[in-house]
């Protein structure tokens, strides 16, 4: 998840990418912007981020401003010692509102809220960087085989056989139900999209797996998941704190 975090006080700034990255070590902080000016100049020149913290009263201004200036279609999450402008905040894209000094377990909550609103925004075509999974979800259906190219031969693999997906220093494979392993020609960004997310569940940067290979989970350090599949993967697929109960809610659907 790219986030940009816009906010004049550098020890907050510094505190709030702290705690985004011990809910979830996937986060990535694109830029810290401490005034209406920069971040302008930064959204003006660089893709939207998926995200957006966003402090209301900085030094130059009221982020307000920056959101009049650059349209952009990221969903923003204020953080504001001030609740006066909640009406104002929910008029510029606001999914929520919190107050300062801000606590880990609401930053969680927060969190939480943007990834279950997330399919919806998808749905409604609202936020730019999601709206090409929606564009190719409308022209092509959820794949129902796989080719893969294995030395002299092209394989069809059935997405039922597919027991998960896993990417690693630019190579993505595809592991099936007999345990053998296939590099595949897609990304793990494409794959996530051409699969159907009540079936296969994209659960870090590096795996997607299929609900039918899921054995059994356990918790793990830092109220994350460790999910144990039927056939063994190269490394641990560890369920970040953040996407934990949305991924439960899934098992259980």
Same mark, same amino acid.
């Given at each position: ?109 927060? +969190? #939480? ?10 749905? *409604?075509? &609202?936020?730019?960087? %999601?709206?090409?999974? $929606? ?55 494409? +794959? #996530? ?10 659960? *870090?940067? &590096?795996?997607?797996? %299929?609900?039918?290979? $899921? ?39």
């Amino acid at each position: 998840m790219k986030v940009i975090i816009i906010e004049d006080e550098a020890k907050t700034a510094k505190e709030l990418k702290s705690m985004l990255q011990n809910l979830d070590s996937e986060i990535s902080i694109e830029a810290i912007l401490p005034s209406v000016s920069s971040a302008i100049n930064w959204l003006k020149e660089n893709p939207a981020p998926e995200l957006v913290f966003s402090d209301i009263q900085l030094g130059d201004g009221l982020s307000f401003e920056i959101f009049r200036e650059v349209k952009i279609e990221s969903p923003v999450i204020f953080c504001t010692a001030f609740d006066e402008y909640a009406i104002r905040a929910f008029e510029s894209n606001s999914i929520d509102y919190l107050l300062k000094p801000i606590e880990e377990d609401v930053l969680q909550r927060s +969190l #939480e809220k943007y990834i279950r609103l997330k399919e919806h925004l998808l749905s *409604n075509t &609202q936020y730019g960087n %999601n709206l090409n999974k $929606v564009l190719v979800q409308m022209d092509v259906a959820y794949k129902q085989n796989i080719l893969v190219h294995y030395r002299e031969k092209i394989i069809p693999v059935r997405v039922t056989d597919i027991q998960f997906i896993y990417a690693s220093a630019g190579i993505v494979y595809l592991y099936d139900s007999s345990e053998k392993s296939y590099p595949i020609q897609y990304t793990i960004e494409q +794959l #996530e999209v051409m699969l159907n997310p009540q079936q296969f569940f994209r659960a *870090n940067r &590096q795996f997607i797996i %299929n609900r039918d290979a $899921v054995q059994n989970i356990e918790h793990y350090f830092n109220r994350k998941l460790y999910v144990i599949v039927k056939t063994n993967p190269p490394e641990k697929i560890i369920i970040s704190k953040i996407k934990a109960q949305p991924f439960l809610k899934w098992i259980e659907q």
